[in-house]
């Protein structure tokens, strides 16, 4: 049962921890984001690395 739940979880937690610290994002895109991740779980998680995510900008 935990090999269903824990991988999924993680996603979850690495996404929240990516919207914070992504500096590309606006406040109130990351507020959406954050929205839509914790309302979608996985779902969320995936519309946010496929369409969400801003690319890093090169130095």
Known sequence: ????VIPPL???IY???HIINNNNLS???????LTAVLLL???GCLFYWIIGREK????
Do not use: E, P, Q
Request: proline share 0%; charged share 10%; net charge positive.
């Open 1 to 4: 049962m935990a090999l269903l």
């Open 10 to 12: 993680l996603v979850v």
């Open 15 to 17: 996404t929240i921890y």
């Open 27 to 33: 406040g109130s895109k990351r507020i959406l984001w």
């Open 41 to 43: 779980n996985v779902f």
């Open 56 to 59: 890093v900008k090169a130095i």
